[in-house]
């Protein structure tokens, strides 16, 4: 009679262990609220912004930073993840950055097959790194091709910032890296433009 009690105790006890859910990820954009897309005057200036390249230990869900060994190894943040794989995040706001700095339209984004981009953009990530609470620091460069005449310019944006806090604070630096970047390029393609 007794082991009846003792059962449904410990039924009772594995259905409310089982209830306890694990942590859900949090996820985290680019894209700036800040930037916004000025209407221009005149004739837009067309874009492309190609699919940015980053290191493969970067191109995952989950946010990559240094685990703040000497020996420099990095550690993957399973609970902080991207809202889009990184390549497409760093693209996303790069055009935005681009299309609010220039009154420009990315015919990328736009799906506009039928226009010609007048200037198109590539960008490689040769560096995208962060220690938590610390600082956040990126290589990256970047190339416009003017078309139809094919004349290109280069750059490097190279920046080290302050991370405060966690992974919020790691993110809004990276966000100022993208528009450092976007400020780079952008002088790049009003220099074509003359």
């Not at 409310?16 to 859910?21: E, H, K, Q, R, Y």
């Not at 694990?22 to 894209?31: G, K």
């Not at 990328?108 to 097959?113: C, D, E, I, R, V």
């Amino acid at each position: 009679m007794m082991k009846r009690p003792l059962i449904l105790l410990a039924l009772a006890a594995a259905m409310l262990n089982g209830c306890a859910s694990s942590p859900e990820p949090r996820y985290y954009t680019l894209a700036s609220r800040a930037a916004s897309t000025t209407v221009p005057d005149t004739q837009p200036i067309w874009i492309e912004v190609a699919p940015v390249r980053v290191p493969e230990r970067l191109n995952r869900a989950q946010i990559v930073v240094a685990d703040g060994s000497a020996a420099g190894g990095v550690k993957m943040l399973d609970l902080s993840r991207w809202s889009a794989p990184l390549p497409d995040e760093l693209r996303d706001a790069l055009s935005q950055q681009l299309q609010a700095n220039l009154g420009a339209v990315d015919t990328y984004q736009q799906g506009l097959s039928e226009v010609q981009p007048v200037y198109r953009i590539t960008t490689e990530v040769v560096r995208l790194d962060a220690e938590l609470g610390q600082r956040a620091s990126a290589s990256i460069t970047w190339t416009v091709r003017r078309l139809p005449d094919g004349k290109v310019l280069g750059g490097r944006t190279v920046a080290e910032l302050p991370a405060p806090g966690q992974v919020d604070g790691m993110v809004n630096a990276y966000r100022q890296i993208v528009a450092a970047t976007a400020t780079d390029i952008s002088a790049g393609i009003q220099s074509l433009r003359r």
